[in-house]
């Protein structure tokens, strides 16, 4: 994967609004917006605002501020979609290997049915 921040990404479309989405939570550093192609009745994209490729860019660049509000609107979109009861997943593919296809950091929040195992199919 690269190390350097792609702009013409979808993600960074989507927070230019050059591409429009079905934005369900946004404040200043976060937009949280349903998956085109849900895998859940629940499947929503939470991404910073930021120019973060990974969890691990963002983890490791991201400043104080940016991850602590990265976190409470996921907790706060669970809760608002009441997912806690029933149970979710959250899922922050990196690269290659992990199955990424948009090169701008996101969480995939699921939820609304029993999701199966973790992996389709073991090592
Ligand atoms: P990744 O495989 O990178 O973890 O997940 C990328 C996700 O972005 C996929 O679940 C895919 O369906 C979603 N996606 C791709 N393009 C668009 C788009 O234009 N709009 C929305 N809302 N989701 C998209």
């Not at 702009?7 to 079905?22: G, S």
């Not at 922050?92 to 973790?118: D, I, K, S, W, Y």
């Amino acid at each position: 994967m690269t190390s350097v921040y792609d702009d013409n990404n979808i993600f960074a479309k989507i927070l230019r609004r050059e591409i429009p989405c079905q934005s369900v939570y946004e404040d200043d550093y976060v937009l949280a917006f349903r998956d085109i192609a849900p895998k859940a009745p629940v499947h929503i994209l939470v991404i910073p605002k930021g120019r973060y490729i990974s969890v691990a860019d963002f983890g490791a660049q991201a400043t104080a501020d940016e991850i602590t509000a990265f976190w409470r609107a996921v907790a706060k979109i669970a809760n608002d979609m009441e997912l806690p009861a029933g149970g979710f997943r959250t899922i922050a593919n990196t690269g290659l290997h992990g199955g990424q296809e948009v090169p701008h950091f996101h969480v995939h929040l699921l939820g609304g049915r029993a999701l199966g195992p973790m992996l389709a199919q073991a090592a």
